[in-house]
């Protein structure tokens, strides 16, 4: 998931499950995902491209297709459009990607947002292989595939007015298109269809992160809201692959004040860094910064933000100032919460069914089918 989403998930993202349950009567099939933000150029081409007008009327556009954005909308090829749709039988080429289903493009946030609007399943064999490998033990996969789905999801309802549905980054899903799908994503995709996670008979919100470094953490300690699916459980499982568990960096303290001047923390002087408290996982839930000014103290979460999710891979971490050079040493990578993903790969490896690694990832949930629930 955003391993990092994963990351790297907001705290708005997060309500009672009541919230959250999904009417049949609106269940169809597709799914946007916002794969281009505030861009100032795009890209588009493709065999046999069908393009539409805001209108839904054709065009013909020379391609490859480059839109511009423009003061009062969309330019192309001298003419000014507020809305331009793309969509292929195979795949349309957004910026020399590939992706199935059509490609909206439209301006947002000051530059040109670029939605890509396809059926739930197909957009679910492209996302394996950017969150995990298909070569994982087939129940690893399905279990990704589920929990894939139930994300999605959730985010559709909690997003139902907005332009797009998820992001293809790290803060919801990792989605890069159709360019890595390959037959064993299609068929844990296709062995789980339309399975989701329900608790209390409502689409759960399935986070899920790289490893969790021996056990998961609760929803409460990251984002402030207690799901009872989320409540955390041992994970000595991630732990056998240790190159994708164990961590370590070093960043000197001058670099360390500039990430958190860009991030908005208003430091100056820094001088140290310390552990603050941790709670029962071990993870640090503050850091302390000393400095000439604007020192004090912030959350693990938002240390592990201003530094970069990449750098500080989780919130489980040691550190140690030598000449003013700050040495971190971790283990997990992402938030911790829900399913954790090598440990779900160890856990296949020992045998376990797709369904028992998500019940024991996500206690007291039960698997449904789409078109089951009402």
């Known amino acids: 998931m955003g391993i990092i989403i994963l990351l790297t998930l907001a705290a708005p993202f997060l309500s009672l499950p009541e919230v959250d349950r999904i009417n049949a009567a609106v269940l169809d099939e597709t799914i946007r995902i916002a794969i281009v933000k505030s861009a100032s150029e795009v890209t588009v081409a493709g065999d046999a491209l069908l393009v539409t007008n805001e209108r ?50 439209s301006i947002a946030d000051k530059g040109i947002l670029v939605v890509n609007q396809l059926p739930l399943e197909e957009y679910l064999v492209g996302l394996i292989n950017c969150e995990i490998s298909s070569a994982w033990p087939i129940e690893a996969v399905k279990a990704q595939a589920v929990i894939a789905r139930t994300y999605a999801m959730n985010r559709k309802m909690a997003r139902k007015t907005s332009p797009y549905h998820l992001e293809s980054s790290v803060m919801d899903q990792v989605y890069e298109g159709c360019l890595i799908e390959d037959s064993r994503a299609r068929r844990a995709v296709l062995e789980t269809k339309g399975e989701v996670l329900t608790f209390g008979g409502a689409i759960i919100q399935a986070f899920y992160h790289s490893s969790c470094g021996g056990r998961t953490e609760a929803s409460e300690n990251v ?42 923390h208003k430091v100056s002087g820094l001088y140290d860094i310390k552990a603050g408290a941790t709670n029962s996982r071990g993870r640090l839930k503050q850091v302390v910064l000393l400095a000439s000014k604007g020192g ?19 919130t489980r971490f040691t550190l140690k100032n030598s000449k003013n050079e700050i040495s971190f040493s971790g283990s997990g990578n992402g938030h911790g919460v829900g399913l954790c993903q090598w440990g779900a790969k160890q856990r296949a490896l020992d045998g376990f069914g797709s369904g028992e690694i998500l019940s024991y990832y996500y206690p ?4 449904k089918k789409l078109s089951d629930i009402r």
Request: glycine share 10%; with cysteine.
């Open 296 to 314: 004090g103290t912030i959350s693990g979460e938002q240390f592990r933000k201003a530094v970069g999710y990449s750098v500080i891979k989780s």
């Open 364 to 367: 007291g949930t039960e698997l």
């Open 56 to 105: 839904g009327a054709p065009l013909a556009l020379s391609l490859p297709a480059t839109v511009k954005i423009a003061k009062d909308g969309l330019l192309v090829e001298g003419k000014l459009f507020r809305r331009l749709t793309f969509s292929a039988s195979s795949a349309v080429y957004v910026n020399n990607k590939p992706y199935r289903g059509l490609a909206e493009l």
């Open 223 to 264: 984002w402030g809201a207690s799901l009872p699916y989320l409540k955390g459980v041992e994970c000595q499982y991630c732990l056998s692959s240790p190159a994708a568990t164990i961590w370590d960096c070093k960043l000197s303290l001058k670099e360390l004040e500039e990430r958190l001047r860009a991030a908005g």
